[in-house]
């Protein structure tokens, strides 16, 4: 009786050594249940994404593909004032790509003409509303980096965009705003400084009326003046 019952134990002692052995190999990245249906909810929200968060290392390459498979390069901006009519330069490529990519993704909807200086320009593409903000994170943060060689001249109703306000020797370009000339005869000292990538080509008026509306110090409008929609036009 005392052999039988020694081997018992004998098979027992094996039996929980081979468990504690299988417990101490199991990998330390181990997926837990939460850490699953973690992951699961980040896949989900990749998925849903129609293009990648941009950042300056990888605006460039995205926009020259982009340029690609959307050719547009006219664009109708509806104000609290009429519409404007825009046509967007191919020269410009990358600022041109920008522009269609952000109306697409129709992020210029509810900004505003922020900053206004009559007989100079008017300056669009921000808003103190929370969503532009969200937009433009979801978005990315990104610069563009100046064309001005390619012989455009700040006339009277050109586009352009504004170089960030951040610490920017290089004067790289603030993608999510533009300004365009009001002043007759042009403001010809912006040349080589700012990117011009396009021009009026319908509603100056609405872009005077706009230039003479009532501002504060900081040439913001009294009043907010709203881009209600920008969409692609042929």
Same mark, same amino acid.
């Given at each position: 009786?005392?052999?039988?019952?020694?081997?018992?134990?004998?098979?027992?002692?094996?039996?929980?050594?081979? &468990?504690?052995? &299988?417990?101490?190999?199991?990998?330390?990245?181990? =997926?837990?249940?939460?850490?699953?249906?973690?992951?699961?909810?980040?896949?989900?929200?990749?998925?849903?994404?129609?293009? $990648?968060?941009?950042?300056?290392?990888? !605006?460039? !390459?995205?926009?020259?593909?982009?340029?690609?498979?959307?050719?547009?390069?006219?664009?109708?901006?509806?104000?609290?004032?009429?519409?404007?009519?825009?046509?967007?330069?191919?020269?410009?490529?990358?600022?041109?790509?920008?522009?269609?990519?952000?109306?697409? @993704?129709?992020?210029?909807?509810?900004? @505003?003409?922020?900053?206004?200086?009559?007989?100079?320009?008017? @300056?669009?593409?921000?808003?103190?509303?929370?969503?532009?903000?969200?937009?433009?994170?979801?978005? *990315?943060?990104?610069?563009?980096?100046?064309?001005?060689?390619?012989?455009?001249?700040?006339?009277? *109703?050109?586009?352009?965009?504004?170089?960030?306000?951040?610490?920017? $020797?290089?004067?790289? !370009?603030? $993608?999510?705003?533009?300004?365009?000339? @009001?002043?007759?005869?042009?403001?010809?000292?912006?040349?080589?400084?700012?990117?011009?990538? *396009?021009?009026?080509?319908?509603?100056?008026?609405? =872009?005077?009326?706009?230039? !003479?509306?009532?501002?504060?110090?900081?040439?913001?409008?009294?009043?907010?003046?709203?881009?209600?929609? =920008?969409?692609?036009?042929?």
């Amino acid at each position: 009786m005392r052999p039988v019952f020694l081997l018992c134990l004998f098979f027992l002692f094996l039996n929980c050594e081979d &468990k504690q052995t &299988k417990r101490k190999t199991i990998p330390k990245t181990t =997926v837990t249940k939460k850490e699953k249906t973690d992951i699961k909810k980040d896949t989900i929200i990749e998925s849903e994404r129609e293009f $990648p968060k941009l950042n300056s290392k990888s !605006a460039m !390459a995205f926009f020259l593909e982009y340029d690609k498979h959307h050719k547009e390069n006219k664009v109708r901006l509806t104000t609290d004032f009429g519409a404007i009519d825009i046509l967007l330069y191919n020269e410009t490529k990358f600022h041109r790509s920008n522009f269609i990519f952000l109306t697409k @993704q129709k992020y210029f909807n509810d900004t @505003q003409f922020y900053r206004v200086i009559n007989n100079f320009m008017i @300056q669009g593409g921000n808003s103190d509303d929370k969503k532009t903000a969200k937009k433009r994170s979801y978005i *990315g943060r990104y610069l563009l980096p100046p064309d001005t060689k390619r012989g455009f001249k700040h006339d009277r *109703g050109v586009i352009s965009m504004p170089s960030s306000e951040i610490n920017n $020797p290089h004067k790289l !370009a603030s $993608p999510f705003e533009f300004f365009i000339v @009001q002043q007759k005869g042009g403001a010809h000292f912006l040349d080589g400084d700012y990117t011009i990538f *396009g021009r009026v080509i319908k509603g100056m008026h609405v =872009v005077d009326k706009i230039a !003479a509306v009532e501002t504060d110090d900081g040439d913001w409008p009294a009043k907010n003046i709203y881009i209600r929609n =920008v969409e692609i036009i042929n």
